[in-house]
Structures are given as structure tokens and as C-alpha cells.
């Protein structure tokens, strides 16, 4: 068994993935902007920070913090989905201080704080109030890293959250698409063909991408999805055919090979009788948790399988070494 | 002794009186007794009346007792009276006037100290308030206080026609029902206070006579009132409670103990702390059932540009409110005190 082998046929499922990952977390991106996923998790945040519910001058105070102009006029429409946490500390600074009270602002934010309920709001800020010791400056600074951290919270609940749709959405795009890992890797390892296009073609992004600017998320999504069309793998609904790998049709031209519904279901007859259905799922579990990795990770491991396999790093390439374009 | 030139007159001493060289030897003695606040100069007026009311009241009253907690004077006054005083009086009619010479002769009665230097001593004085390093509690407050309480003086400087070169003393009256008495007397410079009179004479020598072991005292004494007074355990500072009703910790400084702005830079802090206009009526602290009004020892509630006491970052403008007076009248002079701090020269530390 050639080591080579093993090596290209792991490219070419990574590269696979990563394209399904590109795909995958466009998708999840468009979603979590139609259903406002950041701006509501950012809102659930604050309120759970400022511990809305508890109370009704609790809930008060979220609401005024969060209709402060400092926060609320971050988004023309809608909810902010990101709020400095400056502005939130200012915000809630300015709302505590109660009307028509006299004195210093780090008085007034006392009395403010003061008539808050007991609880864990309170206490916190309190506990802030002691260690600025009369400076305002350094109270803003201390709720500004509260904000902070609990911020960081729920970047991490929000990614786990995301995380979650991925690997939903990375099932779904398998079953949709078709990419079963278990036919994929028999593929590549059978046909040589197959298996030095793939690698040729995983260099090629790699090359391309690996220089390229961020490039726009809908420009990606798009281009991910023509590349993955492109593979001469047996992925999409077709009849137990491979796609003719040449010549490659036009992106425009393929709409995902789902053309025809009775071929599709031909196609799914065909594997129920033949007791592969039980091993295609399989596939697709696989494909799904493996895509879920995301693109990073699926670009990171590509790149790693393509300098093994290359031997050493490529030698970046030198704008002053003349070529031949 | 020789007879002294208020003894053996035909007619009583009293205000008005044109004897000079009577006046001024009794005024001397009652300066030196501690009863006359000052004035030597030989014209019997309403201080010299008032000072000799606060006498017979001792004669008859006095019995040594503290009207604190430091302790007894050494020699009950009333027990020297040997039925010269009937009554509280403001003339001195010859049995009052033997009294009183017979208390200047007699040891037992502590005599205040006066200063043949009187200049030299005070700039002395001063001088080691401001040179004072590692002390209990800021020097510039308390040098805000000693321009208060003092002018800055530990001994009074004579003046043409005034022979005054006694030790400062403020004289406290705060007994209702006696309002003849004097209740406490703080002494030079930071005006040191005992509670007993006279003195015993371990202490002339310790606070009375030495302008920086009065100091000292003074230094410990804020310190006291900054431990206790503000935040608990004797009593909490109502304008604290309003102004900072969170902070439980007292605050001793904005900057760390090894900073050379430790407890020297309050100039700096009443500069930049928000100014306040006070005038009659503005409340004493948010919430306060009371404003600032004229008091019998303050005449004028205004007040302009006053560093606001919310505003520094520690709790000293709160403790030099407790050190003197009560009431409004404690309100006065914290914001006497604020102001003098913007005028003080700045401190070695700042």
C-alpha cells in the first residue's frame, strides 16, 4: 500500500469538505442574518447581564439601557448586533443616575444603584462602586471589562449555537447533495484518474485562496459551490454514473444535478435495493460531522496533506523570479 | 509678690474703665489663666467682660472634672474661690481682684505660656508642619486647619499697643445651660483640645509649649476622626453616608503609600474636583434636613468656587468636618477648610 495513495485520497475528501464547509457556513451565515441571530443573542445577553425578569426595575433598567441612544442608535433598523462596550457602560452609567437627583455623578449612579433590588446586578455593581472609590472613570472602566467578559460568554454560547445549525445544515447539504463519504473515498481510492485531479484541483484553490484577500462571503459561497460541482466525484443525485470529467460544463450551467425528480428517486430505488442505503447514511454522518469541522479547519488540513505530500513547504512563490506569463 | 496694678483700687474695674495700666494687668492675667482669648492692650471692653464671667463661673463651678474624657485638671477652681465670688460677674471689685492675684501666684494653677519670639517660633512652627513626612494624616489638610483654627500662628504676635505673645487658644462654649462657661479650650497652632481646665502641667509642656508636638497631636487626633468618626465605629459622617452611600471602605488616599503624592498632594485633588457656590440655604449635604447659615462663629453661608468634598477621591474632607465644631457649624468650617487648601503652598510630597 503506497503511503501516496492514502495521502491523495485524504486530500480529496478534505477538499471536499472544505468546499461543503464554505458552503455549509454561507448558508448558516444568511441565516443567522435573516433571523437576526446576533442582534437577539446580543439582546438576550444584555437583559441576562442586567438580569431582566427578576424585576421589575430590573427590567426597567434593561429597557432604558438598551433604548439609550448610545446602544440603540448603533443599528438603523432592527437591533445592534454589536454593542462597544464603552457605549454600554456610558449607557447604563447614565441611566442609573436618577432624575432630579443632586451631587456628584459618582453620587448620583450610588443613589441609582442603591434603590436597584438585591440580587446579583446590585451586587456587582456595588462591589464596583467600592473599588472605584469615588472616581467615575474607573467605575465606567470596571463595567466596561464586566460587559466584556460576559460578552465573551456569549460569543462562545452564540458559536455553540451556530455550531449546532452547521452540523444540522452539513447533514442536510450531504443528504441534498449527495456527498457520501464512504463512496467518495472509494472512488478516489480506485480511480487514479479521479485521485490527481483532485489533487491538482485542491492545489490549485489552495494556491489561489492561499493569498487571496477575504473575499466577499456571497463571492465565496458562490465559488465553493461551482468548485464542488465541478469535482469529478459521484456526488449529486445522479444515476450510478460518475460525471464525464471533461469537458468541465460551465458553473451556470449545473444546477446541482437535481434536474429531475424521477431521476432522483431512480436514483434512491436503485441504492435501497441494493442494501447500499444502509452504507450511503453512514456516508453522509460522516460527510455531515466532518464538514461541521468548518472551513478553517478543512483549509488548515488541506494545506498540511498537500505539503506532505509535496515534501516540505511549496516555496512561496517569487514575484521577482521571472516566469513565463 | 508685689500687689498687682489692679488691686487695692477704690472703685470696682469694670468695662469702660480708663485705668489702662489696670486693665492691661488684668487682661495679662486672665490671658495667662486662660480665660481672655486675647487682646492685652489696656481697654476694658466685651472680650475682658466675657473672660471674667467665664472666671467666677469656674470659681464657683470648676471642680476639676472633664467635660470630655481626658482626665481631671490638676486643682479644682472652685476650691480657690475662699468666698471671694458670690456670683457670676463681669467687674472686679477688690475681693475678685485679690483672687485672681492670689491664682497667678499660686503654682497649682497651670499658667499658659507665652513667646518673647513670638515671630520666630510661629515660622519655626510651620515650617515643621510642612517638612513633616510620614504623618497619620495629609499635611496639607492640616495645614488648611491650622490657617483656620490658628492663622497659622502657635503664639499671638504682640502689636503696638497690644501686648498679646500668649499661646493661640479658641475657646469653646457649648453649654446650654451654663452659657457663661467655657466647655473646652484648644491650644496653638492645630488647636489641640483638652477638656478640663487648667491644664496639668505635663501637658503645657507637651502640646501647649511646643508647636510641633501640637502638631503631632493634631495629626493623631484627625487621624482619630478619620478612623472613627467617619465611616463608624464612634460615628458615621451623615455627609459621607449621603454622598457615597456604597462605599463602606474608608479611602485613604488616591495614590499608593509608596507614591511621593501619598497624603501630600490635596491641593491637587481640591483643584480638580468640581467647584460649588454655596449660599444660605443651599443644603449641607443632598437630602439634608438643613442648609448653610450664618452661625454666631461663622457670619457669612457664601461661599464660591469650593471644591466639591464628593469629589476627592478619599474621605479626608469628610474627617476634617469632625474635627471641629458640630451642626452647621461643622459644615463651615470643612468648607474653610477646602478653600484653604487651594490657597496652601504646595507640599514637599505633591
Redo the contacts between chains.
Sequence with gaps: MSLGIVLDVAIGLAFTYLLMAIIVSGLVEVLAGWRKWRGKSLRDGIAGLLDAGDHPLLDQLFKDVFAHGLVADLSRKGLPSYVPSRNFAMALLDVLKPDG????A??RI??G??KLPAGTVKQAL?TF??HA???AEALQKRIETWFDDSMDRLTGEYKRHTQAWMIGLSLVAAMVLNVDSISLARTLWTDPAVRSAMVGAAQQYVDRNGQATAADAQQKLQDARCALEKLPLPIGWTLQTPKKMDPPPACEAVALQITDFQDVMQAVKERLSSNAWIWMIVGWVLTALAVSFGAPFWFDALKNLLNMRNAGPKPPRSEASGGTS | MAPRPYQGLGAPLAQGSGNSAAVKALQHDLRALGYLRQGIDGAFGGGTATALRALTWDLLHNNGASTGNDGPAPVAMSSLNRGAVAQVTDSVDPGLANCIADLMANDSVTKLPSSDDAVAANKTAMEALRAMLGTKAPPPFMAAMVRQESSGLHFRVPTPGDDDNYVVVGLDRNDDAAPDAITSRGYGLGQYTIFHHPPRPDEVTDFVLDPVRNVGKAFGELRQKFDKWVAGSVDVADDRTSEHPLLTNLRLCRFAPDDKRFLHDCKNCAAEAHKLEIERGTPCYPGASFGYQPTQYYLSAVYQGVPDRADFLCDWPYAARRYNGSGINSFHYQTRILLNLLIEPPFAGS
Design positions: 437627583s443632586t451631587g456628584t459618582f453620587s450610588q443613589f444603584i442603591q456595588s462602586v467600592e472609590a469615588g472616581d
